[in-house]
């Protein structure tokens, strides 16, 4: 599944690239350098691209480390720029082992849950560019 998002067109075509993957599948690092292609009219990176290379990792991390006796969606999303965005952009996506068994724990009611995760999209000087806000929805399956 990572191999493929490389060939995503969104992806592709933005120019966003999987950095690094750990083992756990508890942490995903993604790039974007600013080029031709994915600059707006003012020359910065374009906010739709910014946001797409954070819009799917929190699923599907989820969606990874819950398994198939789990529902998993997006259900809500904020994007909020503070700096314009040059150069190469780099976002961060993590969810710590206890939060997974947590959330696991917590939807053996059959009750669905909104866990709310949050990351930044950095500069090269590390400065941030966008605060990311992100809304899972988990539920158990009925009958699992």
Request: net charge negative.
């Amino acid at each position: 599944m990572l191999f493929a998002m490389r060939f995503w067109p969104p992806f592709l075509g933005a120019g966003i690239r999987i950095q690094h993957v750990n083992e756990d599948l508890t942490e995903i690092v993604v790039s974007m350098k600013l080029q031709e292609r994915n600059r707006n009219f003012v020359g910065t990176h374009y906010g739709g691209n910014l946001y797409s290379m954070c819009d799917p990792w929190y699923m599907f991390m989820l969606m990874w480390k819950l398994g198939d006796d789990y529902v998993v969606w997006d259900q809500a999303a904020e994007i909020e720029f503070t700096k314009p965005g040059t150069g190469t952009v780099t976002a961060t996506f993590q969810i710590p082992l206890d939060t997974v068994e947590a959330l696991r724990n917590e939807a053996e009611s059959g009750d669905k849950l909104l866990p709310e995760f949050r990351t930044t999209i950095n500069d090269e000087s590390g400065d941030v560019v966008a605060n990311i806000r992100k809304v899972v929805y988990v539920r158990k399956k009925r009958g699992r």
